[in-house]
């Protein structure tokens, strides 16, 4: 405590004043100091007050207010009035905020009162107190601990009576100042949560976005949680997609299912996003680009229709310009590719039928039969009412046959022969060649058996 005696030595150095305000103020500081020397604090404070009020810069006249302020605070400490006993040590310390003794009074009442119950004083009152040690003693780690306590039992509080803007305002104050405290990180992931729930609510999807993003990061990853950080960033990827942001969208739906992967609604919207950046216009996209964009759409969604047709048509567009310049290049195998995503698609079957029948015609000027008869086959599979087609595959299969014959390999021609009349039963030529294959074939037969009967065994 600060010893009254110290009042009138100060008095009795002198201060010069000036003016009635000054001679008033001395007037009320001489008679406060002769009430706080009789111990009677109370009385003196109005007088000190008033003589502070009329000559604030007067060092005196503070500090002989700091002593009466801190004489009444610790009374009151002693007769259980603390949230009075502090604010006048409080005080106390405002005016003289380099005495030690003051501040040691303060500090150590402030921190006794945390352990006091709250009909002695409240929750709120011991919270603020102990921001204000924290201000003039940052460093004390027993009031950093006591303060971070205090806040996380006031956030959960206001949590549960529906205040979720200070749930979650008290829990980030408390785990600054004990970042390490698992208990409060885990408590304000539940705040940031029941805050978003709230946020969405009123259709604050950003904001909402934004605090579910906190609670997982403050390990608040059950289910709820993940669950609700995907519909959210859903709900925010369609917006940006109405506003014409694809790439934000498709970034936020990304995020969705990396939080929550089997999310089908984001599962599907980021295939139309997908779908949606691949035709968009005004764009420098290559060709390659879109199409990869349109095969992730499809791998997130096999049903979405209007991938598989932006798709078809993109590929087969391609493998016609691909056809133009190199015919025999890889417009068979765009179009392949085409016809995977969409096998009914009867202009992709005609093209690839079409390329086919042309290939295959080609290497059968060049001697390929057998690379000339699997290629119409292939044609004549897409389009199998194609007489033109049928007729070339018939040809084919004779001409092949032929050549099988003159090698001796009959069993093998009047197979292909049969094969060639099926699809063109009114061929002359074709019908000839196999009348005179079977002729010989039934010729050979029976010199076999003849030969046979000579050595007497069973043909």
């Not at 405590?1 to 000036?18: N, P």
């Not at 002769?34 to 404070?45: E, F, T």
């Not at 390490?180 to 999807?205: D, H, P, R």
């Not at 934004?210 to 369609?238: C, F, H, P, W, Y």
Request: contains cysteine; glycine residues 6%.
């Amino acid at each position: 405590m600060i010893a009254t005696a110290l009042i009138w030595l100060m008095c009795a150095a002198g201060y010069a004043q000036s003016g009635a305000d000054a001679e008033k103020a001395e007037n009320e500081f001489f008679r406060g100091s002769h009430l706080l020397s009789r111990n009677q604090p109370v009385q003196a404070i109005e007088a000190l007050e008033e003589a502070v009020k009329l000559a604030p810069e007067n060092s005196r006249y503070k500090q002989a207010l700091a002593v009466a302020y801190n004489n009444i605070g610790l009374k009151y400490n002693r007769e259980g009035n603390i949230p009075e006993a502090l604010h006048l040590l409080g005080e106390a310390l405002k005016l003289v905020p380099d005495d030690k003794e003051v501040r040691s009074n303060f500090v150590n009442a402030v921190l006794e009162s945390i352990h006091l119950p709250d009909s002695k004083i409240g929750m709120p009152q011991k919270i603020a107190f102990l921001r204000r040690l924290l201000e003039i003693a940052p460093d004390n780690v027993t009031a950093k601990r006591s303060l971070a306590a205090l806040l996380n039992n006031s956030g959960v509080t206001k949590g549960r009576e529906g205040d979720h803007e200070q749930e979650v305002a008290e829990l980030e104050e408390a785990l600054a100042l004990e970042p390490a405290n698992a208990k409060i990180g885990k408590n304000l992931a539940t705040a940031y949560y029941n805050l978003a729930l709230a946020k969405e609510k009123s259709g604050a999807v950003a904001e909402q976005v934004e605090l579910l993003r906190k609670a997982i990061k403050r390990g608040g990853k059950d289910q709820s949680i993940t669950e609700s950080l995907a519909r959210a960033l859903s709900n925010l990827a369609v917006a940006k997609g109405k506003e014409g942001d694809i790439s934000a969208q498709i970034a936020l739906l990304k995020e969705a299912l990396k939080v929550s992967p089997t999310n089908p609604s984001a599962t599907k919207n980021l295939a139309a996003a997908y779908n949606n950046l691949s035709v968009a216009e005004g764009t420098d996209m290559s060709v390659k680009d879109r199409i990869a964009n349109l095969e992730a759409a499809l791998k997130l969604d096999p049903k979405n229709q209007a991938a598989k047709a932006n798709l078809s048509h993109i590929l087969m567009r391609e493998a016609i310009q691909e056809y133009r310049s190199n015919p025999d290049g890889k417009a068979a195998e765009l179009l392949e590719r085409a016809l995977k995503v969409d096998a009914e698609n009867a202009a992709l079957r005609q093209n690839l039928g079409a390329i086919y029948h042309n290939q295959g015609i080609r290497q059968g000027e060049l001697g390929h039969h057998e690379v000339e008869i699997r290629l119409l086959r292939k044609a004549l599979k897409l389009a199998p009412a194609n007489e033109d087609i049928k007729n070339d595959l018939a040809i084919a299969l004779n001409d092949h046959a032929v050549a099988l014959g003159k090698k001796g390999q009959t069993r093998e021609a009047v197979d292909y022969l049969n094969q060639a009349q099926k699809l063109a039963p009114g061929n002359k030529a074709i019908r000839e060649n196999l009348a005179r294959l079977k002729q010989k074939t039934d010729e050979k037969r029976s010199d076999v058996e003849a030969h046979a009967e000579k050595k007497g065994k069973k043909p």
